[in-house]
T-cell receptor, first 111, second 113 residues
Framework: KQEVTQIPAALSVPEGENLVLNCSFTDSAIYNLQWFRQDPGKGLTSLLL?????REQTSGRLNASLDKSSGRSTLYIAASQPGDSATYLCAGAYNTDKLIFGTGTRLQVFP | AAGVIQSPRHLIKEKRETATLKCYPI?????VYWYQQGPGQDPQFLISFYEKMQSDKGSIPDRFSAQQFSDYHSELNMSSLELGDSALYFC????????????FGPGTRLTVL
């Protein structure tokens, strides 16, 4: 069964810290992995998409990596800001392109 | 830039009623996905369409049906609503079929009383 898990479930850090969010998937036959941000009760904002042939993607202060052999992806956030506070979800696409979501990491960045 | 549009944004229904949720994909996106997110849960895939044909089906109850129209918008029809159907329903779209980035709409919050 294809499963995606995320640790930690919650994270609270002071402003300015660099932080890493982890995503693990059970099936290495992943086609792509997408990272999302979700504010409470709101929609999903796509942050980064990594295709299976890629190792990492960068957008501004965000960097996501993908290691298929170990079944892991990480989202690195540099110089965190209070506005980064949200839930971060990773989702993998396998032999069909439906996304299988992780349970999310709830991030709080305090001033 | 144009985003995925969903309507209505909020919907309140009684048990056993029906509901229709609408999704308008980003222009030139031909693939639409529906997801359900229960309270405190991660989104679960329901169903998807590519070029107006059903392309994949997930954990969608038999009481639900969906279709994609010639202008690529999609509708999710929900009948005999149950309390457990209360959730956020997201529509996402992507271009050119499989394995492209999925862009999500703001969601429709359905409350069943």
């Amino acid at each position: 069964k294809q499963e995606v898990t995320q640790i930690p479930a919650a994270l609270s850090v002071p402003e300015g810290e660099n932080l890493v969010l982890n995503c693990s998937f059970t099936d290495s036959a992943i086609y792509n992995l997408q990272w999302f941000r979700q504010d409470p009760g709101k929609g999903l904002t796509s942050l980064l998409l990594i295709q299976s042939s890629q190792r990492e993607q960068t957008s501004g202060r965000l960097n996501a990596s993908l290691d298929k052999s170990s079944g892991r992806s990480t989202l690195y956030i540099a110089a965190s800001q209070p506005g980064d506070s949200a839930t971060y979800l990773c989702a993998g696409a396998y032999n069909t392109d439906k996304l299988i979501f992780g349970t999310g990491t709830r991030l709080q960045v305090f001033p | 830039a144009a985003g995925v549009i969903q309507s209505p944004r909020h919907l309140i229904k009684e048990k056993r009623e029906t509901a229709t949720l609408k999704c308008y994909p980003i222009p030139r996106h031909d693939t639409v996905y529906w997801y359900q997110q229960g309270p405190g849960q991660d989104p679960q895939f329901l169903i998807s369409f590519y070029e107006k044909m059903q392309s994949d089906k997930g954990s969608i109850p038999d009481r639900f049906s969906a279709q994609q129209f010639s202008d690529y918008h999609s509708e999710l029809n929900m009948s005999s609503l149950e309390l457990g159907d209360s959730a956020l329903y997201f529509c996402a779209s992507s271009p050119n079929g499989s394995y492209n980035e999925q862009f999500f709409g703001p969601g429709t919050r359905l409350t069943v009383l």
